[in-house]
């Protein structure tokens, strides 16, 4: 993987101030909000997570907590940009513990925190990428600016080593009799393999992971956080990993 950057990234990629249609399905998965503490998977449609806060499905993952989740109001609405340039506004459903007390903000599979363009836009970015395309070359094919994209790069390919070992101890515990992918050449490679491997095989324990995109799969799994500034995510509850 060439180029790659850790600082702030420039162009979009800090929650914009643009005012673009309103986007009113959320996709997801659910992360940390206060104080970076675990929050399980959403559904995809807003109505979907307000029936499984309703039915009490998802569960605080605070540890020695697992309170029932209940809505509690919105969080903070926000641009992101999808593939193409297009600009939408996502509103996250915000959730409360009755056990901790603390709130979460449950954010959709549709993009990973601190990042305002959508996952897909930064999945595309890796896979160019892994497959050793000059990250400004990548940046003006995505249309993203190029400090943006380096920025992705370098901290996904400095953390590659540690997702990677994190996801091998993944792939035995979310499926059954897991076919180990082969070797690459580079760890950011590895980490995708392991990932594709992830995605063609949980469906037959975890049907809802079919009509996922790996993009999405790996924001569930590591509860939008790939490009969080501390890794690995936290705790990932194996009965429900991607609600």
Sequence with gaps: MRGGGSRRQGGHDGMGTARPAQVRCLTGRAVCCARRRPVPTVGQVVAVVDAQLGSGLLRCLEPGCGGRLARWGFGLERDLVGLGGGIGRVRPRRALCAGCGVSR???????LRRRQYGVEVIWAALLAAVRQQPWNQV????????TTVR??????TRRADRVHAWLCGLLPRL???PVWPAGTATAAGDVLAVLGALHQQMPGRWPVVAGLSPGQLVARLS???????????????TSSPVT
């Design 151 to 156: 920025e992705w790069l370098r901290r996904f």
């Design 139 to 146: 940046a003006a094919e995505l249309g993203v600016p190029y």
């Design 223 to 237: 509860r939008c956080g790939l490009l969080a500034p501390s890794w690995p995510p936290g705790m990932i509850n």
């Design 105 to 111: 903000v449950l954010l959709p599979d549709s993009m």
């Design 175 to 177: 499926v059954d009799d």
